[in-house]
């Protein structure tokens, strides 16, 4: 990982700050009031954080693991920003996810295309032919 | 919490974070100037960290969760160093890049901050 994907790294790494601060307040402060929003909160959070960690590995097995939590995140936006407009009163407690990600300026559902775009354009056997050649 | 601190607060911040994206993008490395307004940044939250641990004391309370309000603050003073030891490890015009995203994003996390300490909407 290079260049500007240092970028979109540091991008990946503030949101999962963001979303396991919200996670833990909402868990420490009042779970019972909303245990499922809340959990999918957390599981959000996990997620984002294996994200970061992911693209910031090299190798195949963490190649994967990069597209499986951005396609579950990018799905998580679609389904539940969906949902959460469509019934709001499934979600009456905000997610990262509701209204696809308004409460953090859209990031969450601009940030897994571009991570998707980035992941097809650098599959690990040109990363690696690359440093070889370098 | 002080309004008017704050509100300097994130001002710095903004100017730093626009500083840092412009020189990024203009391919500059990380330099003593984006790093020390990085240095500028976490230096205003650490003072907001005192005036918000003193503040109740005067009769200054957080009108809104305590609780949030500090995993903001936490949040936000891990931001810059991180970001500055990233740039102090790969001196591309990218780390500049990056040094503007947390400054940016600290200025975000102040603004709420503010917001809780002061109006609660929700």
Request: hydrophobic share 60%; aromatic share 12%; net charge neutral.
């Amino acid at each position: 990982m290079s260049g500007i994907g240092r970028v979109l790294v540091a991008v990946y790494g503030v949101l999962a700050l963001a979303a396991v601060g919200r996670s833990f307040v909402q868990i420490a402060s009042k779970f019972e009031e909303a245990p499922l929003a809340y959990s999918l909160s957390a599981l959000a959070a996990v997620v984002y954080v294996l994200a970061t960690v992911a693209l910031i590995r090299s190798g195949r097995g963490w190649y994967r693991v990069a597209w499986a939590t951005i396609v579950f995140e990018f799905t998580g936006v679609i389904v539940i920003g969906t949902l959460s407009i469509v019934d709001p009163a499934l979600f009456p407690h905000d997610t990262v996810w509701s209204w696809f990600g308004r409460g953090y300026l859209f990031i969450p559902l601009v940030l897994p295309l571009l991570g998707m775009w980035w992941l097809a354009k650098h599959r690990p056997g040109q990363v690696a032919l690359r440093t070889d050649a370098a | 919490m002080i309004e008017w601190f704050t509100w300097v607060q994130v001002a710095v911040a903004v100017a730093a974070g626009l500083l840092c994206l412009v020189l990024g993008l203009a391919g500059r490395v990380p330099s003593d100037l984006t790093n020390g307004a990085l240095a500028v940044v976490e230096l205003l939250l650490v003072v907001q960290l005192v005036v918000a641990i003193a503040a109740p004391a005067f009769g200054n309370e957080p009108t809104g969760s305590v609780l949030e309000f500090y995993t903001y603050l936490v949040g936000a003073l891990l931001l810059p160093p991180a970001a500055v030891f990233w740039a102090l490890l790969e001196r591309s015009r990218w780390s500049t890049v990056v040094l503007g995203v947390a400054a940016l994003a600290v200025a975000v996390m102040v603004y709420r901050m503010l917001q809780i300490w002061t109006v609660q909407q929700a």
